[in-house]
């Protein structure tokens, strides 16, 4: 026993001494490493876009260095990406960018600022080429704006039209005893209706339409520019299936180009007057964004625009570049509020809602700001239900036209295992000093009163949005509620009911700022910077597996997803103001 006793704490000692030595050489790299390697741009160079590993508009600041030791890939963001194109334009060394197998996890309205840059960067005389062995929708629609769009023999592209798949759950519980309560206010607030029905409703399958029919117009509205092509014969090829084989992509005009990849190289070759022996100079998009953010001249004044970015679902909390929490943005408002170097702000919202008071807390802090300087609101993929809660007293609202917004409604919902408990012979009693003393039980039927009170909740936060809405959007009470009941639109149908101000992207909200604050030369400031601990720090080794990461291996991309959604709904707390339903669009 003394043998195996001194052999562990042997191996104890290794392993403290392993731990101590790494975060000794890791503290000393952080304290005393130098710049990282810079990128050399050489003459003659192509970018190669791929978008793989960004994902959100703000790659995120931290106040602990920790944090983001290992992980240069996060310190770029959508938006930095988007200047280096814009950088790109007048780089004498840059003379093309290359889209090569790009595969994205970008949202629509994402994809539609990086199209447009690349629309930009055209206009510079210099090129853009597409390459892919296959190209999804999405994927698509930001490679058709290529001068020239090769496709893979062999490959496929598919272009067919937009669709979205519904879960229901009524019958899984009344067969499990497993039931979702549900209290809502709002007929489109259909983020319940999976667990009140088996089937879509009307007014969903409605709203689900139109949303599907004004996002697709969008998309092949810029394909039709793009590949001088009617928005009449697109749909032709969608219905008809008209593009399904190369062959018949290319006959239909939406690729150029049938062959392999090492003759696409050799075209780019062609342009840049490389000897097809020789390999041509390239440069990835993000070493060259992580370039241009480290040498870009700011401007000589000290006046500033503050962005700051709401990204992810609305939680409470500090929150993060995935989540919106209200330490981190009442923190960033209230800091820009009080500079006086600061003259306007820019709220950049990607938000599909959350928690209720969470948005609430974050909309005062909006309110308090207005009156001070202009805010104006740039919206992104979502700006919905808690997402617009946020948004509806700026200056000014921008959108894209394939921005989901709007979403004005509010739910609460509760788990109820009582019939599975009965099921299995287990039966719940309570015992409470007054009659409404008790809190929820999820074991026993739901109270009534409880019920009551629960409901009573909902609508007075209900009326508190459409209220907020109806002051910030300068309409009626009755004129909001008749656009809300937690119907989703998109950008451009919500400027026409007086949800959004002006159709356009995050530059254009900073133009419209600068404009409001009348100042002409600014610099652009970046918010939040988040606090947190030692335990984010250790998730971000580029070598420790995320438990997200290692269920994913386990049970597959898709299976994933569902239990993400299960979970997400098992975690609401409070009353929610969030998107009645999720879209992914490939």
């Known amino acids: 026993m003394k043998f195996l006793g001194n052999v562990l704490a042997t191996i104890v000692g290794i392993f403290v001494f392993t731990m101590l030595f790494f975060f000794g050489i890791v503290l000393i790299g952080v304290l005393f490493g130098g710049e990282e390697e810079s990128v050399t741009v050489k003459e003659n160079s192509v970018i190669e876009l791929n978008l793989e590993e960004i994902h959100n508009d703000y790659a995120g600041k931290y106040s602990d260095p920790w944090v983001t030791a290992f ?19 007048t780089d004498d060394n840059i003379k093309g960018i290359s889209i090569l197998n790009n595969n ?40 058709s704006v290529a001068n020239t769009i090769y496709l893979n023999p062999v490959g496929d592209l598919d272009f067919k039209g937009l669709s979205s798949d519904l879960l229901f759950f009524k019958d899984f519980q009344d067969k499990t005893g497993i039931k979702m309560e549900v209290i809502r206010h709002g007929k489109y607030k259909s983020a319940v209706e999976p667990f009140l029905e088996n089937k879509m409703s009307d007014a969903n399958r409605e709203q689900i339409t139109a949303l599907l029919n004004s996002i697709w117009n969008s998309v092949v509205t810029d394909i039709a520019k793009s590949r001088n092509l009617s928005v009449q014969k697109l749909n032709e090829i969608a219905n008809g299936l008209l593009a399904r084989t190369t062959e018949m992509a290319k006959a239909q005009k939406l ?36 370039k241009f953010t480290t040498t870009s001249i700011p401007s000589d004044t000290t006046d500033e625009i503050a962005i700051i970015y709401a990204q992810g679902e609305i939680q409470s909390g500090e929150g993060d570049v995935n989540i919106i929490g209200e330490g981190a943005m009442r923190r960033s408002i209230n800091e820009a509020r009080n500079n006086d170097d600061v003259k306007a702000i820019v709220l950049r919202i990607d938000s599909p809602g959350g928690n209720a008071l969470t948005s609430d807390l974050i909309w005062r802090e909006i309110e308090l700001t207005k009156k001070v300087k202009p805010v104006v609101v740039s919206m992104g993929n979502y700006a919905a239900s808690g997402g617009y809660y946020i948004a509806c007293n700026a200056t000014k609202i ?12 509010v ?17 719940s009693e309570q015992v409470k000093t007054h009659e409404n003393s008790g809190n929820y039980n999820p074991f026993a039927p739901i109270d009534e009163k409880f019920k009551a009170v629960t409901t009573e909740g909902v609508e007075q936060i209900y009326k508190t949005f459409v209220s907020h809405v109806a002051q910030g959007r300068k309409m009626t009470f ?47 400031q970046n918010y939040p910077e988040y606090k947190k601990n030692f335990d984010d720090f250790l998730e971000s080794f580029p070598f420790a597996k995320t438990k997200e990461r290692l ?29 009645p339903f999720e879209i992914s669009i490939q």
């Open 71 to 89: 992980s240069d890939k996060k310190h770029i963001g959508l938006t930095d990406i988007i200047d280096a194109i814009d950088a790109a334009k």
């Open 104 to 143: 994205s996890s970008l949202g629509m309205a994402q994809s539609k600022a990086v199209r447009d840059a690349l629309e930009d960067f055209k206009k510079s005389g210099k090129f853009v080429m597409a390459y892919a062995n296959t190209y999804s929708q999405k994927e698509y629609y930001l490679n």
């Open 255 to 290: 690729v150029d180009v049938v062959a392999y990849e090492d003759v696409y190289h050799n075209a780019i070759k062609k342009l840049l007057k490389v000897d097809t022996k020789d390999e041509y100079e390239t440069v990835s998009i993000a070493d060259y964004a992580r």
């Open 398 to 409: 921008f959108a894209e036209n394939n921005t989901i917004t709007g979403s004005i409604g």
């Open 411 to 427: 739910f609460g919902i509760l788990p109820n295992f009582s019939g599975l408990t009965n099921k299995m012979g287990i039966h």
């Open 478 to 524: 009755a004129q909001v509620d008749a656009i809300a009941q937690g119907r989703v639109w998109t950008g451009s149908d919500a400027i026409k009911i007086g949800l959004v101000d002006k159709i356009g992207g995050l530059d254009d909200a900073i133009q419209e700022a600068a404009r409001l604050a009348k100042i002409k030369t600014y610099n652009t």
């Open 551 to 579: 269920i994913k291996e386990e049970i597959g991309e898709e299976n994933y997803k569902v239990m993400e959604q299960i979970k997400r709904v098992q975690s609401y707390k409070g009353i929610q103001a969030r998107m």
